[in-house]
C-alpha cells in the first residue's frame, strides 16, 4: 500500500530506540560513544523499511507528500535513507550487520530498471529526482566494494543511462552544482565516461560562490545558513577522496582543505550548550545534518579541531534531538524540529527531506579504529567562556553566554525571499540556539519579534513592514571587546497571494529607508535606527523595535528598555506559532513618525535588548545614549564607549531604488559560457 502506510507482506518491527549505556569517562559531555550512533542509524534503518515497496525502490514515509507525490516521495525515502546504510556499510568494511549492501541494491536494480512497476522517477522528469540521484551516487562511490563492484552489468547499464539525464535536468545555481559533479564521477568510475568539461564547470560555478573567511552564498543573493556546512563544504570534502583522477582532485584538496580550516572553528562557535544547532535559515528539519562540515573535515583529515572536540558537537547534535523526540514513537524522522510539526515544511519538502540528517551521523563511515572514536570529548567553545566575533563574509555578529549556553546571531547582511517562511529565517534582528520565534501566524504576515518595522494604515488597518534584502556596511569586534554592526534597507510590505503558486514572486509596496547600527556587550544588545522618508513610498506612521521571542512558561525572560524620550512601551503574544511553544511572548517599544521621520526630541530610536535568565535588568547596568545627527554614543557602565554610525541615507550606501535585487553578476555566466559541451545552464 502507498500513501505512508507500510507495504504489505513486510515484517513489522518495534519501532523502540535502545541505547547503550552512557560512558562518562570517554565522552564526560555526553555520554555517547560510536555505538550510541549506530543505534540510532540502525533504528532508523529497521524502521525505514517497514515503509519500504516490496522490490526496495521506494520508501514512502507517512504524510502528505506535498508537490512531491508518491513516486518522487518514495524516490526520497530511498536516496536519504541509503546515506545512514552507506555510512554504516564503509564503517564496518562491508561487515554490514543489517544486510543493507544487499537491500539497497536490489532497490537500485529495481529503480533504474524501465519497466518495472518501482521504476524511479527520471531526471528530465521531476528536479527532485536529480537531488536524490547525488546521495546515491556519492554513497556508491563511497561504498564500491560492497555495492557497486558486486552490481550486475544490467543494472549498471540502467543506471548509468538515468544518471545521464541529470546532465540535462534543469538545477539550480546553488549547491544543486554537485549534484552533477557527483553523478558525473560515479559515470567515470562505472566506466560509462564522465564529461570531465562539464565538471570542470560545475567546479568553477561553485568556486565562484565562495566569499571568504569560510564561507560560500548558496546561490542567488546573499543566502547564509547552515547549507554553508552541510553542502558547500561538506560535497568538496567528500568528493576530491573519492573522484578516481586524483591529479585532478589535488588542484582543488588544498583549496577546500583551507576553506574548511577556516569555517569550522566559526561552525563549532554557533552550537549551544546542549547540542542545538542554531535556529536559522531554511531546511532546519534537516536537524543534526548541522554535524556533517565536522565529520567531513575529518574524514578528509582537514580539521583543524581536536577529534575530542568533533565527538563531543555531533553526538550532542544527535542526542539533543533524541531526546527531544527525533526521531519519533514509529522511528521516524518527521518534517519538524523536535517533534512533527508540519509547517515548517517547505515547497521542496517531501516526507524523506528529513533524512538528509543523514549527514550528520556521516562520520559512522570512519571505522570503529580511527582515532576520533577513541579521544575523550573536548569542550565546545560555549562551554569554555562567552563567545564574542563577527562573520564579516556573511554581515553576523555573533554572541554567546557561557552561563546559558545560549549561541545568539545578530545579522546585518542578509536574504530578501520570496516565501514567507522564508523570510522569518533570514530577515530577522536576531537568531538563536535556544528560540525559535514565530514562523506561522500574525508575526509572520506582521513583523514584531526581532523585528525593526514601519507600522503603516494606509489599507485601513495596522501592517508592518517587512526587512528586505539588508545591506551590511560593517561588523566587527572592537579591541574593546565590543560587537558593532552597521546596515540599511528600504522597508517595503509584501503582497504576496497565500494562494500563489510555489516559489512565486510577491509584489511589494516600498516605504522608509532604516539605517540599523548594534552593539553587543556583556549580555546587552543596543539597536539603534535612523528613518528617512522615501519620496512617493508609504512613510508610515510609527517605528516598532521587537525584542526576543520566548516561550512564558519557560526559564528564560525578555525586555525591550527605551535609552531615548518618546518612546512606548508594549507587550505582545502569539499562539501555536512556534515548533516548540505552544505560545510566544515578545516585548517592543514604538516611536511616533512625523513627515516619515523620528521627531527631533527623540532623534533616533535607541532600545537595550536583553533575554535570558535575568533580562529585566536596573538601569545603571545599561548603558546611556547621546543621541548625535549621524548615530549615537553609548557609554556602558564600566566607562566603555561606543559610537555607532547612523549616516544619511546618501551616505549610507546606494540609492535603494530597486526593490527586488536580480542574480548577482559574478554568478551569471557570459553568454559564451552559457553551456558546456552542450548541457544546458539554467537556474529555477
Excluded at 552489468?153 to 540502467?158: E, F, G
Excluded at 576520533?372 to 573536548?378: H, L, P, Q, R, T
Excluded at 518618546?566 to 506559532?577: E, F, K, P, R, W
Amino acid at each position: 500500500m502507498m500513501g505512508g502506510v507500510p507495504f504489505t507482506g513486510v515484517e513489522m518491527s518495534e519501532p523502540t530506540l535502545h541505547l547503550p549505556p552512557e560512558d562518562r569517562e570517554l565522552s564526560p559531555y555526553t555520554g555517547w560513544t560510536r555505538d550510541h550512533l549506530t543505534a540510532v542509524v540502525d533504528h532508523l534503518l529497521e524502521n525505514a523499511r517497514r515503509y519500504a515497496s516490496p522490490g526496495h525502490a521506494r520508501i514512502l514515509f507517512p504524510g502528505d507528500q506535498g508537490p512531491h507525490g508518491d513516486d518522487v516521495a518514495g524516490l526520497e525515502g530511498f536516496a536519504r535513507t541509503f546515506l545512514l546504510a552507506g555510512a554504516r556499510i564503509a564503517g564496518e568494511h562491508g561487515a554490514d550487520p543489517l544486510g543493507s549492501a544487499e537491500w539497497y541494491l536490489e532497490g537500485i536494480r529495481n529503480g533504474v530498471e524501465p519497466t518495472h512497476p518501482e521504476r524511479w522517477t527520471r531526471p528530465t522528469e521531476h528536479p527532485q529526482a536529480v537531488v536524490e540521484a547525488a546521495s546515491i551516487a556519492m554513497m556508491l562511490l563511497k561504498t564500491k566494494p560492497w555495492t557497486l563492484d558486486r552490481m550486475d552489468q544490467q543494472t549498471k547499464d540502467n543506471l548509468a543511462d538515468w544518471l545521464r539525464d541529470v546532465r540535462q535536468a534543469r538545477v539550480a545555481l546553488n549547491n544543486w552544482v554537485w549534484f552533477h559533479i557527483f553523478t558525473e564521477t560515479l559515470l567515470e568510475v562505472m566506466g560509462a565516461g564522465w564529461d570531465r568539461e562539464f565538471v570542470q564547470f560545475r567546479l568553477d560555478q561553485h568556486d565562484q560562490m565562495y566569499l571568504a573567511d569560510g564561507w560560500y552564498t548558496d546561490g542567488e543573493g546573499m543566502r547564509f545558513d547552515h547549507y554553508n556546512g552541510w553542502a558547500m563544504h561538506t560535497y568538496p570534502l567528500i568528493w576530491a577522496d573519492l573522484v578516481p583522477d586524483q591529479e585532478f582532485a589535488d588542484k582543488y584538496r588544498p583549496i577546500y582543505h583551507d576553506r574548511i580550516r577556516t569555517f569550522l572553528p566559526q561552525a563549532a562557535a554557533l552550537v549551544g550548550a546542549d547540542g542545538s544547532p542554531l535556529f536559522q535559515g531554511r531546511s532546519l528539519i534537516y536537524r543534526f545534518a548541522a554535524g556533517a562540515p565536522f565529520w567531513a573535515a575529518t574524514i578528509a583529515d582537514a580539521s583543524p579541531l581536536p577529534l575530542g572536540q568533533i565527538r563531543r558537537i555531533t553526538s550532542g547534535m544527535v542526542k539533543y534531538f533524541v531526546h527531544h523526540g527525533a526521531p519519533d514513537a514509529d522511528g521516524i524522522l518527521n518534517r519538524g524540529w523536535h517533534h512533527n510539526w508540519p509547517a515548517m515544511a517547505q515547497v521542496y519538502s517531501g516526507t524523506g527531506s528529513p533524512y538528509w540528517a543523514a549527514k550528520g551521523l556521516l562520520g559512522l563511515a570512519l571505522p570503529a579504529d580511527h582515532p576520533v572514536w577513541s579521544a575523550v570529548e573536548e569542550p565546545m567553545p560555549i562551554e569554555t567562556g562567552d563567545i564574542a566575533f563577527a562573520i564579516e563574509p556573511a554581515g553576523w555578529l555573533v554572541s554567546g553566554s557561557q552561563q546559558e549556553g545560549t549561541v545568539r546571531v545578530h545579522p546585518h547582511g542578509g536574504l530578501g525571499m520570496a516565501r514567507k517562511l522564508e523570510d522569518v529565517l533570514y530577515t530577522r534582528l536576531g537568531y538563536s540556539t535556544d528560540t525559535t520565534g514565530a514562523l506561522v501566524g500574525d508575526w509572520v504576515e506582521n513583523p514584531l519579534p526581532n523585528a525593526a518595522a514601519i507600522l503603516s494604515d494606509a489599507e485601513g488597518s495596522i501592517r508592518a513592514s517587512h526587512r528586505v534584502w539588508p545591506e551590511a556596511t560593517g561588523v566587527a569586534l572592537d579591541a574593546d571587546g565590543t560587537l558593532v554592526g552597521s546596515s540599511w534597507w528600504q522597508a517595503q510590505w509584501s503582497n504576496l497571494d497565500p494562494d500563489a503558486e510555489p516559489g512565486q514572486r510577491r509584489t511589494v509596496s516600498p516605504g522608509p529607508t532604516l539605517t540599523y547600527a548594534s552593539a553587543i556587550r556583556g549580555g546587552i544588545e543596543v539597536r539603534a535606527i535612523r528613518v528617512d522618508p522615501v519620496d512617493g513610498a508609504n512613510n508610515g506612521i510609527a517605528l516598532r523595535l521587537g525584542g526576543w521571542a520566548i516561550d512564558p512558561a519557560g526559564p528564560l525572560g525578555s525586555a525591550v528598555t527605551p535609552l531615548v524620550p518618546g518612546m512606548s512601551l508594549g507587550h505582545a503574544s502569539c499562539a501555536d506559532a512556534s515548533p516548540t511553544s505552544e505560545e510566544l511572548d515578545a516585548p517592543y517599544a514604538t516611536v511616533s513618525l512625523e513627515n516619515g521621520r523620528i521627531p527631533a526630541e527623540t532623534g533616533h530610536a535607541v532600545v537595550a535588548v536583553t533575554y535570558g535568565e535575568v533580562a529585566e535588568l536596573p538601569g545603571e547596568a545599561l548603558p546611556t545614549a547621546e543621541v548625535r545627527q549621524d548615530g549615537v554614543r553609548l557609554t556602558w557602565p564600566d566607562g566603555v564607549t561606543t559610537d555607532l554610525p547612523l549616516p544619511a541615507p546618501s551616505a549610507a550606501g546606494p540609492d535603494p531604488d530597486s526593490l527586488m535585487r536580480p542574480l548577482p553578476s559574478q554568478f551569471v555566466p557570459a553568454s559564451s559560457a552559457a553551456t558546456s559541451n552542450g548541457h544546458p545552464f539554467r537556474t529555477q
